[in-house]
């Protein structure tokens, strides 16, 4: 968002750039219909999709404001939501650096293998010379450039006194082109170009689709609409509202809630009686009415009626903030998890660098000069370098990741996937995660004409109940009645006439306990009541984690006897009004017990049990500080990418496994020929690259793996 | 032998021109938008009747 709008001074000339996520766009059509229908707003100049972000970069005038852009974008179907500059900007830049650094190792490695492939068929005397010094020259500059990434971040490794896959990778690599830049100097017969430049080469690949993955769904996380309150409308003394950050927003403000926005600060109502959904901030699934002099909680949702909120806390003081914190503190932990790739190679390094150096030591003293020792010595490096151990990781979790977004579930890196892999226990919050967290209509007792006039009516607004309303009835394909004259008055409800008929959709005469609306036509009259639905598969979704050895159970900020009715209906144990805090303490408790518990919860008020878990899911349509702390999160209606997520990650653990083993077998065939010195040039090539493209096919077998039903 | 004079050079100009191809690709934005180039095929030019 940008400064508030007064500060914005209105120019006629001159053009600015403003980025909007449009998660709904799903396809050409979308395309088209947004670049053309912008394009002929007044003020526009030019705008562009983004489809794999899910974004549309407007060039307007400055004369327009951010508003008046979401309200053209609206006009044409589209929620929007303005984006920050960019802020997926840093990621990018690491994956373009990736993938240059990979492109250049491509260019060298098939230039090398050229020359190389003509050494290896027996060329000799000059011109093997002349290949060499050719070799050397294209070998030098790609090793400086493509090494880059691992050697910086061996570096940092050595710098903290510690050592990751990147060492030995460095050290192999460095080595491997020194000692053939050597041998190319002095007229030798081998020279390892080609091994340097075909390790850094595939290593680079895993890296990239690394990156690739981790970029992929961050954006498709990034597009998903926020609704927490990050401005308000601040009421100005002369009447006028201006957005305000809710950063910059200053106790004694009055904000003007509008239907369906999130509170940006904790207030105390000054006018207006509104419906409060706190499910957010409690779990509570009930909205609560308040009145005048009613305190209410940033983050927060005003469902019904438009209110005006005297700000009493702001930013820090929040009780939202307070959570915050509590996540901050509860994040701590997971810092400290060690990837797997990084365990092996704690083993693994040592290993190798001793065998390396036992080598050389064991020639010397066997007679052999000191250069033939330290071509043994290098060659054990060259041929145990981890080029499979350094894909066999990423490229299963990228395949695997690739299969679980197509069931729509987004995993944020490996590591959560390596983590989503180890859970035994399974935590769900109710509302919003095992129910919908959206108010849907109970239509049962109307008849199907009441139903279309129904939809007719509800389908003309934007009004959360009505969206409700309209949902269900779409869902059981009730088609809309021939309605005309329909209009909308705010806070009373909708109006039309089918036929000759009245009808309208309003607030009920009588207070009711639940939220409801009363459907009239003409004399007749129904009460719809609305609540919140458990999403349709939560019951198999359960059983399939408990088929999985995971032992489910609900934490909940709502009402008890709520809990108990759910945790009663789903067959496992529930507890019911619990803080953030004492969420977080029954995780801790659960951990000391060596478990490792899965969290699934969307409310702000899971969010420091979201961090605190050893995995954890948030849905779709969670908070964004949620969705933040989750390392994973599904969209969608159905529960079930939960338990899909949990037997995918496993079975991509095992594949991982699999591959490691093989890596090893690998090395345990090749290592005795290097230490014997009969490792040439030929060998090192054809026993790397078999090895990568055997680690590659077997974690593509991971591509089908979201399609077998859990069990 | 002596084509080798040619050859090599010519080989490496081919990849070289390649990898720079490559570079202005990337820094172009070719890829910034995969699945959207895939869509687009799809829209329709509007053509005015004339």
Not at chain 2, 22 to 39: I, K, P, T, V, Y
């Amino acid at each position: 968002m940008n400064a508030p709008t007064i500060l914005s001074v209105p120019e006629e000339t001159g053009f600015t750039d403003t980025r909007f996520t449009v998660p709904d766009m799903r396809c050409a059509g979308c395309i088209a219909k947004i670049e053309r229908g912008l394009a002929e707003v007044e003020g526009i100049e030019a705008a562009r999709v983004n489809f794999s972000a899910k974004r549309v970069a407007v060039r307007h005038s400055r004369a327009l404001d951010e508003q008046a852009l979401l309200g053209a974008l609206r006009q044409l179907g589209f929620e929007a939501q303005a984006a920050a500059d960019n802020p997926l900007a840093q990621d990018d830049r690491e994956t373009k650096m990736l993938l240059r650094a990979l492109a250049v190792a491509g260019f060298g490695m098939m230039n090398i293998m050229l020359l190389s492939v003509s050494i290896w068929s027996g060329l000799g005397g000059v011109t093997r010379e002349l290949f060499h010094w050719l070799s050397a020259l294209i070998a030098l500059p790609v090793v400086a450039y493509a090494g880059r990434p691992f050697f910086a971040s061996a570096l940092m490794a050595l710098r903290y006194g510690r050592t990751n896959m990147d060492v030995p990778i460095s050290i192999g690599v460095i080595l491997a082109t020194g000692l053939s830049l050597h041998e190319t100097v002095v007229g030798g017969e081998h020279a390892y170009f080609d091994g340097a430049v075909m390790l850094l080469f595939f290593l680079l690949a895993g890296r990239a689709l690394d990156a690739t993955m981790r970029n992929r769904t961050r954006a498709g996380i990034g597009a998903l609409l926020g609704r927490m309150g990050r401005s308000a409308g601040v009421i100005q003394p002369g009447g006028t509202i201006v957005r305000i950050e809710a950063d910059r927003l200053e106790p004694g403000m009055v904000m003007l809630v509008a239907v369906g926005e999130a509170l940006a600060a904790d207030g105390v109502i000054e006018q207006g009686r509104g419906t409060i959904d706190n499910a957010m901030l409690t779990g509570e699934s009930v909205p609560e009415q308040a009145g005048t002099g009613d305190t209410i909680f940033a983050g927060a949702i005003n469902l019904l009626d438009p209110i005006h909120v005297r700000v009493t806390a702001v930013a820090d003081e929040t009780v939202l903030a307070g959570i915050a914190r509590l996540m901050d503190e509860a994040g701590q932990s997971r810092s400290r998890y060690v990837r797997i790739a990084d365990r092996a190679s704690r083993l693994y390094a040592p290993v190798v660098h001793s065998l390396a150096a036992l080598s050389f030591v064991g020639w010397m003293v066997a007679g052999a000069g000191w250069h033939q020792s330290l071509v043994v010595a290098i060659a054990v490096l060259i041929i145990t370098c981890p080029c499979a151990m350094g894909l066999a990781v990423p490229a299963a979790q990228v395949v695997a990741s690739g299969a679980l977004i197509r069931k729509g579930l987004l995993v944020k890196d490996g590591s959560a996937l390596e983590r989503l892999a180890e859970v035994d226990t399974a935590l769900f919050d109710k509302t919003g995660t095992l129910t919908l967290g959206e108010l849907r209509a109970d239509v049962a007792g109307l008849d199907e004409e009441a139903k279309s006039i129904a939809l007719a009516l509800a389908q003309q607004s934007r009004h959360p109940l009505s969206i409700g309303l309209a949902k269900s009835l779409t869902s059981m394909r009730v088609s809309p009645a021939e309605l005309s004259d329909v209009r909308e008055i705010g806070g009373e409800g909708l109006t039309g006439r089918w036929g000759e008929i009245r009808v309208a959709l309003e607030r009920p005469a009588a207070a009711t306990a639940r939220t409801s609306v009363a459907l009239r036509v003409g004399q007749a009259s129904w009460t719809i009541g609305f609540e919140d639905q458990l999403r349709p598969d939560a019951k198999t979704t359960l059983y399939s984690l408990q088929a999985l050895g995971l032992r489910p159970a609900i934490v909940s900020g709502d009402d008890p006897v709520a809990v108990a009715e759910v945790a009663g209906e789903l067959g496992i144990e529930g507890n019911g009004s619990m803080t953030p805090a004492e969420k977080l303490a029954l995780l801790e408790d659960l951990k000391r017990a060596g478990h490792r518990p899965l969290m699934v919860g969307d409310g702000l008020n899971d969010g420091p049990a979201l961090a605190a878990a050893h995995a954890s899911i948030a849905p779709g349509t969670a908070s964004d500080a949620s969705r933040q702390a989750a390392d994973a999160v599904f969209i969608g209606e159905n529960l079930m990418p939960v338990a899909l997520a949990v037997q995918v990650a496993r079975r991509t653990m095992a594949i991982v496994r699999q591959n490691f083993g093989f890596a090893i077998g690998y090395n345990i065939l090749a290592v005795p020929l290097a230490v014997s010195g009969l490792v040439t040039p030929l060998i090192a090539a054809v026993a790397m690259s078999l090895s990568s493209l055997v680690v590659v096919g077997n974690s593509l077998r991971l591509a089908s793996a979201a399609n077998a039903p859990p069990v | 032998m002596n084509v080798l004079v040619f050859l090599i050079p010519i080989a490496l100009g081919m990849g070289g021109a390649g990898l720079a191809f490559f570079f202005w690709a990337m820094r172009n934005g070719q890829f910034e938008d995969l699945d959207g180039a895939a869509n687009r095929v799809l829209i329709d030019e509007e053509e005015e009747p004339d």
